[in-house]
C-alpha cells in the first residue's frame, strides 16, 4: 500500500472544528482513502472511506484534494469523546497479493474542554 | 448486533507456553484479520482470510498460526510463547465488498 503522512499530534478546543490532514502523495488510482479512530484501550473504529469525491458521513466528512495526493477528515464539532488517535490508511481494492490495511502511527487528537 | 467477539481480554504467559486467542463474528463476513499492536505504535497485520478454509500470511506471521474451519471463528494460535510477543491482539472483520472494517475490543497478552 501506498504510504501517508500526518502530524503525530493534534490540539483542538471542544465545540470547534477540526481538520486532519493527510498526506499520500503516492497514491494510485486505485486506492481508496481510509480514516479509523482508536480511542484509548479500545480497538479501531471506522469513521470515513472515499476515492475521488468528498464524502459525509454522522461521523465526519472527507475532503479529497483534486489531484489525490492529500486528504484532510474534518470533524464538524469536537467533543471530548472524540480524542483519539486517527488513521489515515490507503487501500488497493483491486491488485492482488496481501489484504488488509497498514495502519501507521496515526495523529493524536487532543481535545481541550 | 455482538460484532466481533474477542477472548480473553488479557492473559499473561510464562515463556515456552502456547495459547490460542479466540475471535468470533456474527455478522456473517467472509473477511477476517488479526493485528497485533505495540505500546505507541499502529497495527501490524499478523494473518488473514477470505473464507472459511482460506488463510494467508501477513506482515508479522512468524511464531503464530490461523485456523478458519467455519464462517465465524478466526483463532489465533500461539506456539512456543516469546517475551516479543506481548502485545495487544485485534481482531476484525469485513464483508466482502464493503470496505469498513469491524474490530473487537482487544486481546492484552504478556509473555514474561
Known amino acids: 500500500d501506498a504510504k501517508t503522512t500526518q502530524p503525530n499530534s493534534m490540539e483542538s478546543n471542544e465545540e470547534e472544528p477540526v481538520h486532519l490532514p493527510c498526506n499520500h502523495s503516492t497514491i494510485s488510482g486505485t486506492d481508496y482513502i481510509h480514516w479509523y479512530r482508536q480511542l484509548p484501550s479500545q480497538g479501531p473504529e471506522y469513521v470515513i472511506h472515499?476515492?475521488?469525491s468528498n464524502v459525509n458521513n454522522r461521523m465526519a466528512s472527507l475532503a479529497i484534494a483534486e489531484d489525490r495526493k492529500s486528504s484532510t477528515l474534518i470533524l464538524h464539532r469536537a467533543t471530548l469523546r472524540d480524542a483519539a488517535v486517527y488513521y489515515c490508511?490507503?487501500?488497493?481494492?483491486?491488485?492482488?497479493?496481501?489484504?488488509?490495511?497498514?495502519f501507521g502511527k496515526g495523529t493524536h487528537l487532543i481535545i481541550q474542554p | 448486533n455482538a460484532g466481533v467477539t474477542q477472548t480473553p481480554k488479557f492473559r499473561i504467559l510464562k515463556i515456552g507456553q502456547s495459547m490460542t486467542l479466540q475471535c468470533t463474528q456474527d455478522m456473517n463476513h467472509n473477511y477476517m484479520y488479526w493485528y497485533r499492536q505495540d505500546p505507541g505504535m499502529g497495527l501490524k497485520l499478523i494473518y488473514y482470510?477470505?473464507?472459511?478454509?482460506?488463510?494467508d500470511k501477513g506482515e508479522v506471521p512468524n511464531g503464530y498460526n490461523v485456523s478458519r474451519s467455519t464462517t465465524e471463528d478466526f483463532p489465533l494460535r500461539l506456539e512456543l510463547a516469546a517475551p516479543s510477543q506481548t502485545s495487544v491482539y485485534f481482531c476484525?472483520?469485513?464483508?466482502?465488498?464493503?470496505?469498513?472494517?469491524?474490530f473487537g475490543s482487544g486481546t492484552q497478552l504478556s509473555v514474561l
Open positions: 490508511i490507503l487501500r488497493d481494492n483491486i491488485r492482488g497479493g496481501a489484504d488488509g490495511l497498514t
Open positions: 476484525a472483520s469485513r464483508a466482502r465488498g464493503d470496505e469498513k472494517l469491524f
Open positions: 482470510s477470505v473464507g472459511a478454509g482460506i488463510t
Open positions: 472515499g476515492l475521488t
